[in-house]
């Protein structure tokens, strides 16, 4: 698809924004076929490149939210959730400070299948035809980003990296900051 100037929800942002969203979407769809380790070091090269063209979506004004759908159903977010909450293991909880320097649990499971939520509910709702549709899908998952995924994508890299380079449990790592 080629960038269209005159219609604003569709630019080379978006389009490669998609083609990001639509990859970590084929990934988790099949969470089953992938090892812990290949889990980790897919969202470890993925996150950053979700998070660099979310932070490169164009912020879209008059849109008509009416159009805005999910796609993504309970079922469908909990059946990912669980297989890669088995899969993770003992990686899957992490730890971080919040603002008050308070401990605060997470799931690397939870934050997975909350992107693929986002991810995927953006993808379907661009394909439709009308661009009102278009329009809806990238303002939704712009202020979803500010929201919501981008900040888990940033907190579940921190924790993936922990795992990854300090050869400890990402819980460990955070004590060792005390």
């Keep these: 698809m080629q960038p269209d100037t005159e219609n604003p929800a569709i630019t080379r942002q978006i389009i490669e924004m998609i083609t ?25 090269k993925i996150g950053p490149l979700l998070y660099l063209k979310g932070s490169m979506l164009p912020q879209l004004t008059d849109v ?6 999910r796609f993504v ?10 297989t890669l909450r088995e899969t993770l293991s003992d990686k899957d909880l992490y730890y971080t400070l919040d603002e008050n320097a308070d401990s605060q649990q997470y799931s ?5 299948a909350d992107i693929y939520q986002d991810m995927k509910d953006f993808v379907m709702l661009y394909q439709k035809a009308p ?19 981008g900040v888990i994508i940033l907190r579940a890299l921190q924790a ?10 990402p819980g460990e790592y955070l004590d060792s900051w005390e």
């Design 20 to 44: 990001v969203a639509h990859e970590y979407c084929l990934f988790f769809e099949q969470p089953d076929k992938s090892s812990q380790k290949e889990i980790l070091s897919f969202f470890q």
């Design 73 to 82: 159903t309970e079922e469908q977010w909990e059946e990912i959730f669980k």
């Design 131 to 149: 661009t009102q549709s278009k329009e809806a899908a990238v303002f939704e998952l712009q202020k979803l980003f500010e929201t919501h995924w």
């Design 108 to 112: 690397l499971a939870d934050n997975m």
């Design 160 to 169: 993936i990296h922990a795992v990854s380079y300090q050869n400890e449990a």
């Design 64 to 69: 008509d939210e009416a159009f805005a759908e």
